[in-house]
C-alpha cells in the first residue's frame, strides 16, 4: 500500500488523549505490512523510521498529490496527518483499486481520506489547499464516489458490536473534548453486564484520563489487576469479606481501563491480551472456593458447600467451553447473534454480577444461600448457552439456509 500523509497542518493540530496526530498514525501503520510505502508530504516531520520526506514541501496541496500519484503508479490512500483515522479505515482503503471517498463530520469538521487511482491525476485540482477539495473535485467531475458503507467490515470481534468507520477533524480543544469522550464510549463491547455498563463508567472514564495523561502502559494496569484479584482469595478464604470484595471491586474496574487505554492509545500487545483474558478465565474458580472456605465449607470433601464449590466451577469451566465452540462454529461470540443474546449476557453468571450476588448475600446475612444461587444461575447459564448455541449453530432455518447457499456455490 502507498500511504500519502499531507503533514502541512501538523503544527496546529490537537492530539487526542495525548498522542500527537502523526504519532497516533505511526503507531497505527506500524501494524500494516512491511511493505507500505509511506510518504509525509507539506512539512518537515519526523520521528517515523522508515517514511520517505516527499518533495515539493512549499507546493500546494494539490500539486504534491499529482506528484505523488503519478510517481507511484499505483493506487495511493491520501490522509490528512492532522485528522484522527480509524485504523480499520486505512487498511480497508489499501485493499481498495478504485478511487473512493471516505468522509466524516460537516464545514471545518468534515474530514476525509481518500484512495486514489493514477487515472485520476489530472481530474486533481493542482492548486486544491487540502483533501476536502480533492474529494470535492473528483465527486464533483465523477472521478470518485463515496466509500461503500456496506462493504466496510464494521464488526470488531474485541467489542462484540459493528462500529462505522471514523476519521475526525480536531479542530479545537473543545473537539478534542469531545472525540476523547466519543471514543472512550465507542470502546465499550456490545454486549456486557449491567455494571460494566452502567456502574463502572464514572470510575472508569477519569481513571482512562489519568492512565493516558500520565503515560500508565495499559499492562501496568493489567498487573495491578492480576494482584488485586488473587489479594482477594486469601482474604475471603479467612472470612476477611470486606477487604475481599474491595480487591475484587478495584479490580473489576481496572480490568474496563486497562483495555480502554490499550485502543484508544494504540498500545495494545499479544503479552497484554493474553494477561487480560488469562486472567478473566483462571481466577474465578480460586474466588469460588476461596468464597466456600470463607463459609466453613471445606472441612473435607463431604460438606454440602465443597460438593458446592465442585458444582460450580464445573458449570463454569463447562459454560466457557461452550462459548469457545460457539464461537469457532458461529464466527462471532455468541452473545453478538441477536438482541436477545446481547440483552442476556447483562445478568447471566459471569464475573461482576455473580460477586455482586455474592456480596449482597452475605450483607444480609445469607452467605451460604447466596453461594447456592450464585451455582445454580451457573448452571443456568451453562443451559442457556448450550442451547443458544446448539439453535443458532445447528438448528435455526437462518443457519440451515446460509449452509444450503453455501453447498450450492461449490
Given amino acids: 500500500m502507498n500511504l500519502w500523509i499531507d503533514t502541512s497542518g501538523l503544527a496546529a493540530a490537537e492530539g487526542l488523549f495525548g498522542i500527537p496526530p502523526l504519532e497516533r498514525l505511526r503507531r497505527t501503520v506500524g501494524r500494516l505490512p512491511q511493505s507500505d510505502h509511506v510518504i509525509l508530504s507539506g512539512g518537515r516531520a519526523t ?11 512549499g507546493a500546494p496541496l494539490g500539486l504534491r498529490l499529482r506528484r505523488a500519484l503519478g510517481q507511484a503508479g499505483a493506487p495511493v490512500v491520501a490522509i490528512d496527518g492532522s485528522n484522527v483515522i480509524d485504523p480499520r479505515l486505512i487498511r480497508f482503503l ?4 478504485q478511487t473512493c471517498v471516505a468522509s466524516r463530520g460537516e464545514g471545518t469538521r468534515r474530514a476525509v481520506a481518500l484512495t486514489l487511482d493514477p487515472s485520476v491525476i489530472e481530474a486533481i485540482p493542482p492548486d486544491a489547499r487540502d483533501l476536502r477539495e480533492v474529494a470535492n473535485a473528483l465527486t464533483a467531475s ?3 464516489s463515496p466509500l461503500d458503507e456496506q462493504r466496510f467490515p464494521a464488526y470488531i470481534d474485541k467489542l462484540r458490536r459493528s462500529l462505522p468507520y471514523w476519521v475526525h477533524a480536531v479542530d479545537g480543544p473543545q473537539t478534542r473534548r469531545e472525540l476523547e469522550r466519543q471514543m472512550f464510549l465507542e470502546n465499550y463491547k456490545g454486549s456486557t453486564d449491567l455494571l460494566t455498563r452502567w456502574v463502572y463508567p464514572p470510575l472508569v472514564w477519569p481513571l482512562t484520563q489519568f492512565c493516558t495523561r500520565f503515560k500508565v502502559h495499559p499492562n501496568a494496569v493489567t498487573m495491578l489487576s492480576i494482584v488485586l484479584a488473587f489479594a482477594a482469595v486469601p482474604l475471603w ?6 477487604a475481599g470484595f474491595i480487591c475484587a471491586y478495584v ?3 481496572l480490568d474496563s481501563v486497562d483495555g480502554k487505554v490499550a485502543r484508544l492509545t494504540l498500545t495494545d500487545s499479544k503479552i497484554g491480551n493474553t494477561l487480560d483474558h488469562g486472567l478473566d478465565q483462571v481466577h474465578p474458580p480460586f474466588w469460588y472456593f476461596a468464597w466456600a472456605f470463607g463459609l466453613g465449607g471445606l472441612a473435607d470433601m463431604s460438606d454440602p458447600l465443597f460438593q458446592t464449590a465442585v458444582a460450580f466451577v464445573a458449570f463454569y469451566v463447562a459454560d466457557r467451553l461452550v462459548l469457545r465452540v460457539a464461537k469457532r462454529r458461529l464466527g462471532h461470540a455468541l452473545h453478538s447473534s441477536t438482541r436477545l443474546d446481547e440483552q442476556a449476557r447483562s445478568i447471566i453468571a459471569r464475573r461482576n454480577i455473580t460477586m455482586t450476588v455474592m456480596a449482597f448475600a452475605l450483607l444480609i446475612g445469607a452467605g451460604h444461600a447466596g453461594f447456592v444461587f450464585v451455582t445454580v444461575w451457573q448452571g443456568l447459564t451453562l443451559a442457556w448457552h448450550g442451547w443458544r448455541g446448539i439453535w443458532l449453530g445447528f438448528l435455526s432455518p437462518e443457519r440451515a439456509g446460509k449452509e444450503a447457499a453455501q453447498a450450492s456455490s461449490r
Avoid: I, K
Fill in 47 to 57: 520521528g517515523w523510521a522508515g517514511a520517505e520526506q516527499g518533495p515539493d514541501e
Fill in 94 to 97: 489499501g485493499t481498495l483499486g
Fill in 142 to 144: 465523477g472521478h470518485a
Fill in 237 to 242: 478464604a479467612h472470612g476477611q469479606w470486606l
Fill in 251 to 253: 479490580m473489576s474496574v
